[in-house]
């Protein structure tokens, strides 16, 4: 229960995350640097978990998210963004993703949720 799939445009932001998460344990079995990209590795490889950014090229992290959850409503999805105006998080949320996390990020957050996540999973 610990296959994490990445989601954000920013290299350097999946290589932070992707450090964070094989720290706790978890897996990173692919990245995508746009939400289209995004749901077709979501549709590939099944993760137990998605972290997504908001702002990508092509096709935004919310639609992502709708698409995502209309293919999957189990589908677990976290939200890591620097986009924090209660109008995103709301429509995040509403999309369907289970929690917020605002950049700049601070590891022990990070870490905490999705080891939270993980535990919530397994029961």
Request: aromatic share 4%; with cysteine; glycine share 4%.
């Amino acid at each position: 229960m610990k296959r994490v799939l990445v989601v954000d445009d920013a290299e350097f932001m999946r290589l932070a995350l992707k450090s964070i998460l094989q720290n706790c344990g978890f897996e990173i079995i692919g990245e995508a640097d746009t939400g289209i990209k995004a749901v077709k590795l979501y549709n590939l490889l099944k993760p137990d978990i998605v972290t997504m950014d908001l702002t990508m090229p092509e096709l935004g992290g919310v639609e992502a998210i709708k698409i995502i959850k209309s293919i999957d409503e189990n589908a677990k999805i976290i939200v890591i963004s620097s986009l924090s105006h209660e109008i995103q998080v709301k429509e995040a949320m509403l999309a369907g993703a289970i929690s917020f996390i605002v950049k700049p990020f601070r590891e022990d957050i990070v870490s905490k949720q999705l080891l939270n996540i993980e535990r919530n999973i397994r029961k």
